[in-house]
């Protein structure tokens, strides 16, 4: 890593940018305190990614995995199961109580 003041980065830049693009970083200083850094960038991929990536761990997808879900997962799903935190699902007093106060504009 380079640390250098403001003047010698202005005086000597190219210097400076041929030793980012060999990989060094250069930290430009202003009365030693540092203010700001240079990296190179990213190089961005020639090639596109390659799909399956882990094809070659050895992991299958088992069978079961395709099997349809049970029905009372699938009603869960669905929203179709009673609401398990009221006792009585019929009974709606406490969701008209957590309901704020309807605002009426005159």
């Not at 890593?1 to 200083?29: D, F, P, Q, R």
């Amino acid at each position: 890593m380079l640390n250098i003041n403001i003047h010698e980065a202005k005086a000597k830049l190219s210097e400076y940018l041929a030793a980012v693009e060999a990989g060094e970083t250069v930290v430009i200083c202003r009365r030693n305190v540092p203010v700001a850094e240079i990296v190179r960038l990213r190089q961005p991929r020639r090639e596109p990614r390659p799909v399956g990536l882990a094809c070659d761990a050895g992991y299958e997808i088992p069978e079961s995995f395709f099997e349809p879900l049970p029905d009372d997962l699938l009603k869960a799903f669905n929203g179709e199961l009673p609401d398990p935190l009221l006792d009585d699902p019929g009974d709606t007093t406490e969701l008209q109580a957590a309901q704020p106060a309807a605002v009426y504009k005159k």
